[in-house]
Structures are given as C-alpha cells and as structure tokens.
C-alpha cells in the first residue's frame, strides 16, 4: 500500500520528523567518531593557557590564586575559526578564571591547538553538508528520489518506513524540482558517508575533558568546482547547526 507523503506545517516531510531526526543524530555520531579518529590533538589545561595568554599576565594571576573567588570556574575564548569557542575548565587549574578579552595568542605555542580547529572545522562541515542534503530530500523529493540520489539514506534512516519498502524494489521517481543544484552536495555528502562507514567498528568519540570546542551556527556555502559549466561564485547556502567537539 503506497504511504502518502507527510505534511508538516505546510511542508513535504517524505521520512517524517521523527526519522529525519534519527539521521541527523546519527549523523552526529559519525561526526564526532570521524573527529576523534582523523583529528590527533592531545592537550594539557596548563598547555592551553601559555599559548592563549601572556607569561606576564599568567605570572600575576598566580600570584593571586587563592585571593580571589573567580564567578565561574568555565570560561570561552575564540580561538582560530571565528565561529568556534574554546571552553576552559578552570577547576584544577592553578590560576583564576582568565576574561576573553585578555586573551593574546602566542602563534608558535597555539599552533597545533589551530591546526586542530582547523582539521575539525573540515570535518564539522562535511558533516553538516550530509545533514543539509537530507534536509533537503526531505523537503523536496519523493521516497524513490530520495534513495536514488542519496544511497546513504538507507543506513542514516534504517526503520524509515517509506525506505524500507522500497529495498527489494525498482527505482522510481518522478522529477524533483531543483536537485541539479544540490548535485554537488550530494555526491559530497555521499563520498563523507562512504567514508565513514569504513572506520573501525570500535571506534569511540572522545570524552568530556577540561577543553572542548563549540561551533556556532553560520552560513555555509559550497561551490560548484566539479561542474565547470556553472559559475563558480554560485552555489547552495544553507546554515549550520551548532555543535561541541570535546578535546578529550
């Protein structure tokens, strides 16, 4: 029996929320296995501290530790990606609470905490390019659109009902307005998720820690660079959600 497509406050939502939901989450979860596995970052609190402060301004906050009674014992500073915050426990550190604004990076000592950042951002956004293109399916293409552009669908949504039943089936679907301008992102999205299937099957994420990394949500554009015939200015925006990568 053909299942009639969901709507949801006037929109098409072909997997349903709950089953979009789902893939997103596991989305998630490659993500942060992905960064825990490509990303080789060890870190130390007091490590952290003399590439983001002055020896100066480190020399004068211990003079004082045990003087004062900082506000709060976790503090967030932008480091690298202006859209990405390093939070600092401060418990079992041996000086106060630091203000963002005293920050004074030291490039020779940041420099593996930004190559971090940076390799993580890659990743992050990956990621959030395979969220973008279920959303979108979700929004705008049938069940059998939905598996023929985007394989992957199968995996991140196994108990979707209306995946399900098209497994031991032929491909149909009838024409999805405006895919040849997410083509780029799919196959993208394709390749990340290939990818990372492929990672061992013990892989973990990385545990909450005294550092870990939260990127906001901000506007992301993918270009058309395999698609020469477009102009290489244009191509599909969408906003990214905010996530945390804990450093361990």
């Given at each position: 029996?053909?299942?009639?497509?969901?709507?949801?406050?006037?929109?098409?939502?072909?997997?349903?929320?709950?089953?979009?939901?789902?893939?997103?989450?596991?989305?998630?979860?490659?993500?942060?296995?992905?960064?825990?596995?490509?990303?080789?970052?060890?870190?130390?609190?007091?490590?952290?501290?003399?590439?983001?402060?002055?020896?100066?301004?480190?020399?004068?906050?211990?003079?004082?530790?045990?003087?004062?009674?900082?506000s709060?014992l976790?503090?967030?500073?932008?480091?690298?990606?202006?859209?990405?915050?390093?939070y600092?426990?401060?418990?079992?550190?041996?000086?106060?609470?630091?203000?963002?604004?005293?920050?004074?990076?030291?490039?020779?000592?940041?420099?593996?905490?930004?190559?971090?950042?940076?390799?993580?951002?890659?990743?992050?956004?990956?990621?959030?390019?395979?969220?973008?293109?279920?959303?979108?399916?979700?929004?705008?293409?049938?069940?059998?659109?939905?598996?023929?552009?985007?394989?992957?669908?199968?995996?991140?949504?196994?108990?979707?009902?209306?995946?399900?039943?098209?497994?031991?089936?032929?491909?149909?679907?009838?024409?999805?307005?405006?895919v040849?301008?997410?083509?780029?992102?799919?196959?993208?999205?394709?390749?990340?998720?290939?990818?990372?299937?492929?990672?061992?099957?013990?892989?973990?994420?990385?545990?909450?820690?005294?550092?870990?990394?939260?990127?906001?949500?901000?506007?992301?554009?993918?270009?058309?660079?395999?698609?020469?015939?477009?102009?290489?200015?244009?191509?599909p925006?969408?906003?990214?959600?905010?996530?945390?990568?804990?450093?361990?």
């Amino acid at each position: 029996m053909r299942r009639r497509k969901q709507i949801v406050q006037g929109e098409r939502s072909t997997l349903g929320d709950y089953q979009l939901a789902e893939g997103c989450n596991e989305l998630n979860r490659m993500c942060q296995k992905t960064v825990a596995q490509m990303v080789d970052y060890k870190y130390s609190v007091p490590g952290l501290l003399r590439a983001l402060f002055e020896d100066e301004t480190m020399d004068k906050l211990r003079a004082v530790r045990g003087m004062i009674e900082p506000s709060r014992l976790i503090e967030g500073y932008l480091v690298g990606a202006t859209d990405a915050t390093l939070y600092i426990d401060f418990s079992d550190a041996l000086v106060p609470t630091i203000t963002p604004g005293t920050v004074r990076v030291n490039a020779e000592r940041a420099a593996p905490l930004l190559q971090a950042i940076a390799e993580i951002k890659v990743i992050h956004e990956q990621f959030e390019v395979c969220k973008h293109v279920l959303r979108w399916l979700n929004k705008n293409a049938t069940p059998g659109a939905i598996r023929y552009y985007f394989p992957g669908a199968m995996k991140l949504c196994p108990k979707s009902p209306v995946l399900m039943e098209l497994q031991h089936t032929p491909v149909r679907f009838s024409n999805t307005p405006g895919v040849s301008d997410q083509l780029s992102l799919i196959r993208e999205a394709g390749n990340t998720i290939a990818s990372a299937v492929l990672l061992p099957k013990d892989a973990t994420t990385k545990v909450r820690g005294k550092a870990w990394l939260t990127f906001a949500p901000y506007h992301l554009r993918r270009y058309f660079v395999d698609e020469p015939h477009r102009d290489i200015g244009v191509g599909p925006t969408f906003t990214t959600d905010v996530i945390t990568y804990n450093l361990g």
